[in-house]
């Protein structure tokens, strides 16, 4: 199974800052690796695909990069509605989660 | 517009079983796989695998293999998540998704399994 590791576990932010998120498998996983935002009470919500392909309706803040092992996903100005959990996923090799990466208030 | 609609909540005791149902409308059910994505609260979302619509086989997750069962309904444009032999770790909101025709989620049904 490919294990995914996000960095940090929490992130305090405060609102119009940048956040930077990071996301490490433990082998290659090509170009397969997705975002996802979560609220409490929602189901997770899909913001970044093929790496750096965002969603249908996500806006232009949000933003992917990396390649095979190495991943991060930049908020370029944080919002209000942005504070929320966010996990990677890859695709590669069936589909597994990093632990996430809680962005709260500072 | 697509909707997945899951059963309610259910509590359960220990070795019981639970089935969750999830009903699609807005596309044609048969066209695209349903996912099954279980989250203990607090925790990361496991996949536990998905059932084709239009054939009924099904993959699961080797976690899941002998525990779970995924059915479908065609008729009824329904799927359905069966998990047999209930522990306490199974506690936890399960999600169906038809991910291969969008970023389309149900609500989430949460399972208690509780003596």
């Known amino acids: 199974e490919i294990v995914m590791t996000q960095s940090p576990a929490t992130l305090s932010v405060s609102p119009g800052e940048r956040a930077t998120l990071s996301c490490r498998a433990s082998?290659?996983?090509?170009?397969?690796l997705a975002w996802y935002q979560q609220k409490p009470g929602q189901a997770p919500r899909l913001l970044i695909h093929?790496?750096?392909t965002r969603a249908t309706g996500i806006p232009a803040r949000f933003s992917g990069s990396g390649s095979g092992t190495e991943f991060t996903l930049t908020i370029s100005s944080l919002q209000s509605e942005d504070f929320a959990v966010y996990y990677c996923?890859?695709?590669?090799?069936?589909?597994?989660f990093g632990q996430g990466t809680k962005v709260e208030i500072k | 517009q697509v909707q997945l609609v899951q059963s309610g909540a259910e509590v359960r005791k220990p070795g019981a079983s639970v089935r969750v149902s999830c009903k699609a409308s807005?596309?044609?059910?048969?066209?695209?796989?349903m996912h099954w994505v279980r989250q203990v609260p607090g925790h990361r979302p496991e996949w536990m695998g998905w059932?084709?619509?239009?054939?009924?086989?099904?993959i699961y997750a080797q976690k899941f293999q002998g525990r779970v069962t995924f059915t479908r309904d065609t008729s009824a444009s329904t799927a359905y998540m069966e998990v047999s032999g209930l522990r306490s770790e199974d506690s936890a909101v399960y999600y169906c998704?038809?991910?291969?025709?969008?970023?389309?989620w149900g609500q989430g049904t949460l399972v208690t399994v509780s003596s």
């Open positions: 059932i084709t619509t239009g054939n009924g086989n099904t």
């Open positions: 082998q290659t996983v090509s170009s397969n």
């Open positions: 998704a038809a991910i291969d025709l969008g970023d389309y």
């Open positions: 093929g790496v750096s």
């Open positions: 996923q890859q695709y590669n090799n069936w589909r597994t």
């Open positions: 807005g596309y044609t059910f048969i066209t695209y796989a």
